[in-house]
């Protein structure tokens, strides 16, 4: 040292690494607050544990420039270690700009004493100033042991040496995520470079030569080169086996953290990995990203393998009589293939997929890269090749997080490839201590990595997770797709994940629906979840030739959107089996199902309006039979009830060959809140519902003796039914929906526009709906007009309404027509009267949803809207308080037009949606 005690004075002072700044002392990077960004997970976690590198606040705070004064204090925290650099303090100031009780004062005079980090000239250091990556890189050369002097850091060629030295020689500038060392450093990238520079070669010269001048001559010696600093040197505290790096050269960390150990060792995976300890604890194993060749995320070819190694290299791998092989494959963690044939693996020109399916696991083709499997490529400096093979598995929280527990309970997805159930192997559930899973609802999808403790891949073996994170879900318009390939969605193209059987990928779409996908971290579809599987399905009641002889025939269709129409088909596949199919052509169909080869019953599609469809019954892998019953008076009325599991429990029921079904058998029939039903009204209405708790009541008397229809289908290992189609027309019985503000729309007004699609006529209305005014398009099949509510409004994919039910009179709705009404708010009820005798009080309840609609009279001029809205044809009040609505009536009598209410139940008199249509007054 240059006589520090001249400048420094050791003392005993609390100082931060940040400056000003609240610090919170972390060990490891997942201690941080900011833990998801961190890049440089290794570095952050070994100069955090050291005690080199602190959070600001709790936060890494990675992205934030570093600065000269905090780059001064990291170098004496690595150089003295953490309380010795805390307690320097500089006796004067070191620079102008630089006052002796600054928090850095005492580092910054450190490194100028020892030529670490120089001012900007003036007398000035520019604390707060960026530092770029050059001359953080010569502070660090200069703590390795390079003579700035000697190396000639100094002066205009300073930059372009230091760059030198520390790409090629010291090798300190490996990982950094910047382009360039002239850039201004980021604090991770500093934490990078200082990490670098512990495992760097101290260095000294044997020379670092002279002038000496005497009278008129002066001699110059040249300086020695650096060399790095050897055993031979007798370090101190040095021992044969002391170090990070058993090469007998001091590393950075071997003279100043000497009881920071590094060990090379394998991951759970089976990667080359470095493990760090200090002092007695581990602070992680780390994946030795020096030793990778090239990763995949999709398919690695045998070609590419045999050229990212190189052909020389591939061809040693080769079985000999002389050489072991140099080759190791890890799946899952599980070495399974230590003496394998390397053209599985290497092969030039190939483009088939490196690898060879797991003996255990061949149907499933574990072992084999593709979409969605991360294959890596490891090869030491001996030519030693590793390859290594991840999967992603899904699961689906099947409840809440348990807070007392601290568990969500947890069940793979039932991804079923040629009969093996890919994922059995799981746990049953994730615990919070080792993954944050706090925040799990029932139903999110989860995609997790696995490590075997056996040599042998899964098939019922314990497994180890190693990672858990929330799967992607993208819902968008599917445009295109090819089926076992990829779909395209809001223009995107996803293609499967490789661990799929052709079951999953053979997933049918309707083009112009909606889909959702549910993607691993690649971006890879992992499933469909169930909501889209709708798009796809439809029940046909019958088939018929249509009277066309020559042309495809007709079946009668239900979507699962409430839509009913004729449909031409096509083709017909049948499942027999669960290997074996038979199809129907155009001209088979019929005679088919006349003959009973086909039956009514839920099917799947494709196809889109226009053009002829393909049908085919569901696929006995995935799906049970289509099954139809039924449903016959009991001693309870409702024989199909809303918001019952067992939804057919209260009916008597009978199969198709009119025998009686036993009650046993009518316990497994069960639905929930994902159940999509399509139900036909005794007038022929259609209309769709989801779950349970939307689904209608169907009630029948005990002199109704026509049964209702019903028919389901269900997934082959599901107890829940994911289709219901429930045909009540022509039996008698009532359909009494439970109702749902969401599914209103009142018709304001015409536009007298219209647009014609194909053979189709659409007209524009004003209307409300889902609690808004809109435009929209209907259908010139629905005979839709102003003033009226409808309900169960079925859309197409463009918005376009294609059907709706008009709100009638039952148990629990009223539909009343005013003439000389009025409506008058007594406290928390609401009186109706809508004729001059006749009246409805009504309770005003915490969730009533109450509107008001002012339609302009044809021939009145003191109707409503002359004083409210002068010139206009409505106005609208939505969701406003029974007050309100009293308030803007209580001038007018007399009054004429509609008032729409659904009940909370039927017997009771609270008001669950109200709507009241004023389109004639008089002024009292």
């Known amino acids: 040292m240059k006589n520090l005690k001249k400048v420094l004075a050791l003392v005993l002072v609390v100082a931060s690494l940040m400056g000003m700044a609240t610090m919170a002392s972390a060990t490891k990077s997942d201690d941080y607050s900011d833990a998801d960004s961190i890049t440089h997970v290794e570095a952050v976690d070994v100069m955090s544990t050291i005690g080199v590198f602190d959070g600001i606040s709790g936060s890494f705070s990675g992205d934030s420039i570093l600065t000269r004064e905090q780059a001064a204090k990291i170098i004496t925290y690595m150089i003295l270690g953490k309380d010795d650099a805390d307690a320097l303090v500089a006796s004067v100031a070191p620079y102008t700009d630089v006052s002796r009780d600054r928090w850095s004062a005492g580092s910054i005079a450190y490194c100028k004493n020892e030529g670490i980090l120089a001012g900007v000239g003036n007398g000035r250091f520019e604390p707060d100033g960026k530092l770029t990556g050059v001359a953080f890189a010569k502070m660090c050369l200069v703590a390795l042991g390079y003579d700035p002097d000697v190396e000639i850091l100094t002066g205009s060629q300073w930059a372009v040496n230091t760059s030198k030295i520390a790409i090629a020689e010291a090798g300190i500038t490996s990982n950094l995520s910047q382009v360039s060392l002239a850039d201004e450093m980021s604090r991770e990238d500093a934490c990078q470079m200082a990490f670098n520079t512990l495992q760097a070669d101290m260095v000294d010269y044997e020379d670092r030569g002279s002038i000496i001048t005497a009278g008129d001559v ?16 007798k370090w101190a505290n040095a021992t044969e086996n002391t170090g990070i790096n058993d090469d007998k050269i001091q590393q950075f960390a071997e003279k100043y953290f000497s009881k920071l150990k590094k060990d090379t060792t394998t991951d759970s995976f089976g990667r080359p990995s470095t493990t760090w300890k200090y002092k007695a604890d581990e602070i992680g194993t780390y994946v030795d990203t020096s030793k990778l060749v090239q990763s995949w995320t999709a398919k690695a070819s045998k070609g590419d393998m045999y050229s990212a190694i190189g052909g020389s290299i591939a061809e040693k791998l080769k079985p000999s009589n002389t050489k072991e092989y140099g080759l190791k494959v890890f799946v899952d963690s599980s070495e399974y293939r230590t003496d394998c044939d390397t053209d599985v693996y290497f092969k030039k020109n190939s483009t088939a997929a490196a690898g060879q399916a797991v003996s255990t696991a061949s149907t499933s083709n574990i072992g084999v890269s593709g979409n969605g499997v991360l294959t890596e490529l490891y090869m030491d400096d001996d030519d030693n090749v590793t390859v290594v093979m991840i999967n992603t598995y899904l699961v689906k929280a099947t409840a809440d997080y348990n807070t007392v527990t601290e568990r969500v309970n947890i069940e793979p997805m039932d991804i079923d490839n040629k009969n093996q159930v890919v994922g059995n192997f799981l746990p049953a559930y994730i615990s919070n201590d080792d993954f944050s899973v706090s925040n799990v609802k029932e139903g999110d999808y989860l995609l997790v990595t696995v490590s075997f403790d056996s040599k042998t891949w899964g098939d019922n073996k314990e497994c180890n997770l190693e990672s858990v994170t929330p799967a992607t879900i993208q819902t968008a318009t599917v445009t295109e797709y090819t089926e076992h390939d990829d779909v395209t969605m809001g223009g995107t193209k996803y293609s499967y994940n490789k661990i799929l059987g052709e079951e999953e990928t053979g997933e049918l779409f309707t083009i112009n629906s909606d889909a959702t996908l549910v993607l691993d971290t690649y971006g890879y579809i992992m499933c469909v979840d169930d909501a889209s599987s709708s798009n796809n399905f439809v029940y046909i009641s019958e088939f018929d030739d249509g009277g066309h002889f020559d042309k495809a025939p007709v ?40 003959t009973g080869n086909l039956k009514a019953g839920w099917y799947t599609f494709t196809g889109t309006s226009g053009s002829q469809y393909t049908l085919r019954t569901p696929d006995l892998n995935r799906y049970k039979e289509s099954q139809s019953v039924g449903a016959y008076y009991n001693s309870n009325d409702t024989v199909i009830k809303s918001g019952s599991v067992k939804f057919l429990s209260n009916a008597i029921v009978k199969d198709t060959g009119g025998t009686v079904v036993s009650s046993t058998e009518i316990e497994k029939i069960k ?73 209103y729309m009142f018709v304001l007004k015409s536009t007298n526009n219209e647009t014609h699609v194909g053979d189709l006529t659409y007209y524009k209305y004003k209307v409300i709906i889902d609690g808004k005014e809109e435009e929209r398009w209907v259908s010139s099949k629905e005979d839709v007009e102003k003033g009226v509510l409808y309900k169960n409004i079925r859309e197409d994919s463009h918005g376009r309404i294609t059907g709706v039910t008009e709100f009638k009179d039952t148990s629990r709705q009223l539909v009343l027509n005013m003439t000389g009404g009025k409506v008058e708010r007594h406290g928390s009820a609401l009186n109706i009267a809508y004729t001059s005798t006749e009246d409805v009080d009504l309770i005003v309840g915490s969730k009533s949803n109450i509107n008001l609609i002012l339609g302009k009279a044809d021939s009145k001029t003191n109707d409503l809207l002359t004083e409210y809205a002068d010139g206009e044809s409505y106005m609208h009040y939505l969701n406003v308080s029974a007050s309100y609505v009293s308030s803007i009536l209580s001038n007018y009598k007399d009054l004429g037009g509609k008032v729409y209410l659904l009940k909370e139940d039927d017997d009771s008199e609270v008001i669950d949606t109200l709507w009241i249509y004023v389109d004639d007054s008089d002024e009292k």
């Open 218 to 233: 002066t001699i110059s010696n040249k300086p020695s080169k650096a060399k790095p600093v050897s055993w031979e040197t």
């Open 671 to 743: 639905a929930n809140d994902k159940t999509i039903f399509v139900v036909r009204n005794d007038d022929g209405d259609v209309n769709s519902y989801t779950g349970v708790s939307n689904a209608p009541d169907v009630k029948m008397t005990s002199n109704i003796t026509k049964g209702v229809k019903v028919s389901w289908i269900a997934k082959k290992n599901s107890d829940y039914v994911s289709f219901v189609f429930i045909d009540a027309f022509d039996t008698g019985a009532d359909v009494a929906d439970v109702g749902g503000t969401a599914d």
């Open 555 to 594: 079946a009668d269709a239900y979507f699962t959107d409430g839509t009913n129409t004729e449909i031409s088909v096509n083709k017909v596949t049948k499942y027999t089996t669960s290997t074996a199919s038979t199809s129907y052509n155009k001209n088979k169909i019929v005679s088919a199902y006349k």
